[in-house]
């Protein structure tokens, strides 16, 4: 990982009892000419060529994002990239555009932003997404397009890249979450569909039905395997729900997961010509930093090998203030301070996000999950013959939190073994959140029940356990994914 001059040492790790791999830090220029050599070597051995490797760094279009920049934050554990998709359609053909929807001029600003984290022991990956309208405040810059000096003023995060490219767009996001950015890489809409169609295309699930006529996005609840121009229409759609730019991210983070889990288990990263297509149909539409090239596409593919969809972990920044209105701009997104802050910080010491299954928590100690027990509506049923047990049951979720009808009812069989919830799709969030307060629950979809969650208590019901809002909302790849 490259680091910039001057940059202070990086404080020492504890040891996990294994060793870790060495973070990549700026190398002399035998030391880059080795590591090319090495990665040709691989390839090569793979049965591609110099040839190939030469083409694929010259396919990258380049860009000096850290440009003159100073004061920058302290280099943290891991790697981090500010990856950002912008509304470039250029190469983008007129009868692709008519069907995608694609029409209208580009605004050329960010139309999705996020910080990739790949953690130091290259064992997961960290997403967390930036919504576009976030209330944001630029350092001192000169606008790329009038050549007029700025002061620090209010702007639309988005709103960065118009103004100042790349390097203010940098500039913005390490003011703004003191995460220090590793690399860059600007993909538009040409490089994503062509990742999509290389790779055969990408599975998702939608819970509910999808459909906006803006972009003309139409699917029915259920899986549907996507081509590369309709996954654009579903990460580009804000009007599919009720909930706009945070629904929009919402699916763009269910998408990043289902590619990861694609790549990971399709045996795309152990195939060298079809990680070379892939890197090939990527590379072809973007623009990354000067240090970001092949060595390190090559490190992560390498690194990716070992992932399973668990190994990704999603969230977006926390938002404090929704609608905030600012003369000039209009309405913005602010940010918890204090949340968001403790988020950039898990991030700068490499630490997961999500709290892992069965790890780490005190005995006694409220499980966090990502809808609030406030929220969730539950009828309570006893399966079992125990005279009292489903106002028990009934009495000790409304004492977690739970909004239970505190009128239990008797379940028609009355020798259910094991506790099950049933659960309307739309609400599979809430339906996990309420499984972790029932310890050995099991999940049943019922479509069209509606809001409320039933409980048919079993013989193994052993108590509720607490439960609190996860601080960050994180979701896993596996928890996102078709199931």
Request: proline letters at 5%.
């Amino acid at each position: 990982m490259p680091a910039s001059p001057g940059s202070p040492q990086r404080r020492p790790r504890p040891s996990s009892g294994r060793p870790r791999p060495p973070v990549r830090r700026k190398k002399p220029r035998w030391a880059m000419r080795a590591v090319t050599t090495l990665s040709v070597v691989v390839l090569a051995a793979a049965g591609i060529g110099h040839s190939v490797v030469s083409s694929l760094d010259a396919d990258i279009a380049r860009v000096d994002p850290f440009k003159d920049m100073k004061n920058r934050p302290r280099a943290g554990h891991g790697m981090n990239v500010l990856l950002v998709g912008t509304d470039s359609r250029e190469k983008i053909s007129e009868a692709e555009r008519r069907k995608y929807r694609l029409g209208g001029a580009p605004c050329h600003c960010t139309d999705t932003m996020m910080i990739v984290h790949i953690s130091e022991d290259r064992e997961r990956a960290s997403v967390v997404s930036l919504p576009r309208d976030s209330y944001a405040v630029t350092p001192p810059h000169t606008d790329r397009i009038t050549g007029h000096r700025h002061g620090g003023h209010v702007i639309k995060l988005n709103a960065a890249y118009a103004e100042g490219g790349p390097n203010l767009t940098v500039r913005t996001v390490e003011h703004m979450t003191h995460v220090k950015i590793d690399h860059y890489l600007e993909i538009d809409f040409t490089s994503f569909m062509k990742t999509v169609d290389v790779l055969g295309g990408v599975e998702i699930c939608a819970t509910r039905p999808l459909k906006d006529s803006y972009t003309g996005l139409n699917l029915a609840a259920g899986k549907h395997e996507l081509s590369g121009g309709e996954a654009l229409q579903y990460v580009r759609s804000r009007h599919a729900d009720g909930s706009s730019d945070l629904g929009r991210m919402q699916r763009q983070q269910r998408f990043m997961a289902a590619l990861i889990a694609q790549s990971t288990s399709s045996g795309v990263l152990l195939n060298p010509m079809k990680f070379r297509d892939i890197t090939r149909a990527v590379l072809g539409s973007v623009r990354a930093d000067k240090e970001f090239g092949t060595g390190e596409l090559l490190d992560l593919g390498r690194a990716m090998r070992n992932f399973s969809p668990a190994s990704s972990e999603f969230t977006t920044v926390p938002i404090g203030r929704m609608g905030f209105a600012v003369k000039g701009i209009g309405s913005t997104l602010k940010w918890d301070a204090a949340k968001s802050g403790r988020l950039f910080r898990a991030l700068r010491e490499d630490e997961p996000l999500a709290v892992r299954k069965g790890g780490g928590a005190k005995r006694g100690a409220p499980v966090r999950v990502e809808v609030a027990p406030q929220q969730i509506r539950v009828q309570v049923e006893n399966g079992t013959r125990t005279a009292g047990l489903g106002r028990k049951v009934d009495r000790e979720l409304a004492g977690a939190g739970f909004r239970t009808t505190r009128v239990p009812v008797n379940a028609r069989g009355r020798e259910v073994g094991r506790t099950v919830i049933a659960y309307d799709p739309r609400w599979d969030r809430s339906a996990r959140s309420l499984a972790a307060a029932l310890p050995g629950s099991s999940l049943r979809v019922v479509r069209g029940q509606g809001a409320v969650m039933r409980v048919t208590v079993g013989a193994d019901y052993r108590g509720v356990r607490k439960v609190r809002v996860g601080e960050f909302g994180v979701t896993t790849g596996d928890e996102v994914g078709c199931r």
